[in-house]
């Protein structure tokens, strides 16, 4: 008979299966320290031996990292998604800044769709708490928190889509953009009318998921997207042609 004795699970394999569970889900994040081990312990209602017994064996397997005389961490587990080789290339093609604002309006809109139909309360609370720092921001004329909110937004819209490849997936190519590799995200908070349009796409992504409007969710998701993408285009060909601008001012100069 397929059946064996039940075997009474070691209360360091439950800390080890509820850390794993928060680091999958995205609640621990990259970089964020655990607890101190006298806290943890006590939070999770087991002795110290086992809190040990659990976190070595996170660390065992990269998910954990401890820094001398700092405390546990969360490994950068986000770091090896892409190679530095890929990275650079990344940096230095244009072709990758539009194909990555491509995949991005591909998989937000399906994220936005399943999150207005998939999300939670309290994920819709977090959304909208987001959208009104980025309001708030957006008064104090900040470009740096501006930018800063706009992928916390993206992202909160990608964990109400509940599903978990595409959160860390989507988390990783966002450290990506967080350090300027595809495209620098202040230029696009530079100009007041940019500005003003961008909050008033984020509204209105943010409206259709409260609505619960999969069909709008993903169009606002689309909409805003394709104007960043437009946007872009505009920019490159202003640099462009400040560059000849340049020269025939030199040339004038000089006559």
Do not use: C
Request: glycine share 6%.
């Amino acid at each position: 008979m397929p059946f064996e004795p039940i075997q009474q699970e070691k209360l360091s394999y439950g800390v080890v299966r509820q850390i794993e569970g928060l680091i999958l889900r995205g609640i621990l994040r990259p970089g964020e320290r655990l607890p101190s081990e006298r806290e943890l312990s006590e939070r999770m209602g087991v002795s110290r031996p086992s809190l040990r017994e659990a976190l070595a064996d996170l660390q065992d397997r990269g998910l954990l990292t401890t820094k001398a005389g700092a405390g546990v961490y969360v490994a950068d587990v986000l770091g090896s998604a892409f190679a530095p080789a890929l990275v650079k290339l990344f940096a230095s093609h244009d072709d990758a800044v539009f194909d990555y604002i491509s995949f991005r309006r591909d998989m937000e809109g399906l994220a936005a769709e399943r999150a207005a139909r998939l999300a939670s309360g309290t994920d819709l609370k977090v959304i909208d708490t987001i959208f009104q720092k980025m309001e708030a921001a957006h008064q104090k004329r900040n470009p740096a928190d501006e930018a800063h909110l706009d992928a916390d937004f993206h992202l909160s819209i990608i964990e109400a889509s509940h599903n978990i490849i595409m959160l860390h997936m989507m988390r990783s190519m966002y450290e990506l953009l967080r350090e300027g590799v595809f495209y620098n995200r202040s230029i696009m908070f530079k100009q007041r009318t940019t500005r003003d349009t961008l909050l008033g796409q984020h509204r209105a992504i943010n409206l259709a998921l409260q609505a619960r409007d999969p069909i709008g969710a993903r169009a606002a998701i689309e909409a805003h997207l394709s104007f960043v993408e437009t946007a872009l285009l505009d920019q490159k060909k202003t640099d462009r042609n400040e560059v000849f601008a340049q020269k025939r001012f030199e040339h004038e100069a000089d006559r």
